[in-house]
């Protein structure tokens, strides 16, 4: 006869036993436990071996920034200057490649009238890289800069002493000696010449506007002229 068993007698035997899993089967009850392991953190991540571990630092574009140097503004009209001779033809590239060769000229004897100088005349040997610095910031655009350097290589070859043949050359310092001061200082004052906005004689157009924005002369101011002329 076979035995039969009434929930009642099932229930009590689970709470006398205080497992909740044993009314679960086996299989069922692994299951739980597998699932209750995988809830729990892990210990493996927080151990000593990875604490000597170094975090790497995220990418900084500053950082690289740092190490590019951004060119100066001479060597920005520099290349201004040659990609606009890239597109000319004919005459105008032709000009325009000469006045390039010019900017590079004094381009190189200014810098290296200023880095050369001795510490006590870095101010005034680098007087001329600052001029021709202030030539490129007031020629505004590239075609007009190309056209004040011609001009300004014009300028230069004026201003330079005309010497026909090497024996006038040799007359002439037969003639004018030097000591050696002397001819070092003539050597740091071959520069080339840079008109400034300032130094520049008005135009007519200057004296026009400048003729119309004066205010009209009191009776007075035109007696005081006339005495004046008079007189």
């Known amino acids: 006869m076979a035995l039969e068993f009434s929930p009642a ?7 006398r036993h205080g497992d909740p899993l044993a009314s679960r089967s ?7 436990a597998l699932a209750e392991n995988n809830d729990k953190p892990s210990l493996s991540a927080k151990g000593p071996s990875s604490a000597g571990v170094p975090k790497l630092e995220p990418f900084s574009q500053s950082r690289v920034s740092r190490l ?78 190309i056209n004040n350097v011609r001009m300004l290589a014009m300028a230069n ?14 007359n002439s310092q037969d003639h004018a000696p030097r000591n050696s001061s002397t001819s070092a ?24 506007l400048e003729e119309s924005a004066r205010m009209p002369d009191s009776p007075f101011t035109r007696v005081l002229r006339v005495m004046g002329r008079v007189h």
């Open 26 to 32: 086996p299989r069922r009850s692994m299951i739980v």
């Open 185 to 208: 200082d003539d050597n740091e004052n071959v520069v080339h010449f840079f008109p400034e906005p300032e130094d520049l004689p008005p135009t007519k157009e200057d004296l026009e």
């Open 9 to 15: 007698m099932h229930v009590h035997s689970c709470l």
């Open 68 to 145: 590019v140097k951004e060119p100066s503004l001479l060597e920005k009209a520099e290349h201004a200057i040659a990609d606009r001779c890239s597109i000319l033809e004919g005459d105008a590239a032709y000009e325009c490649w000469e006045a390039l060769f010019e900017f590079e000229h004094m381009k190189h004897d200014t810098k290296i009238q200023c880095d050369l100088a001795a510490p006590s005349e870095k101010a005034r040997a680098c007087r001329s890289l600052e001029r021709l610095e202030n030539f490129v910031r007031y020629s505004g655009g590239v075609a007009s800069l």
């Open 157 to 170: 070859k004026m201003h330079k002493p005309a010497m026909d043949s090497p024996d006038e050359l040799q």
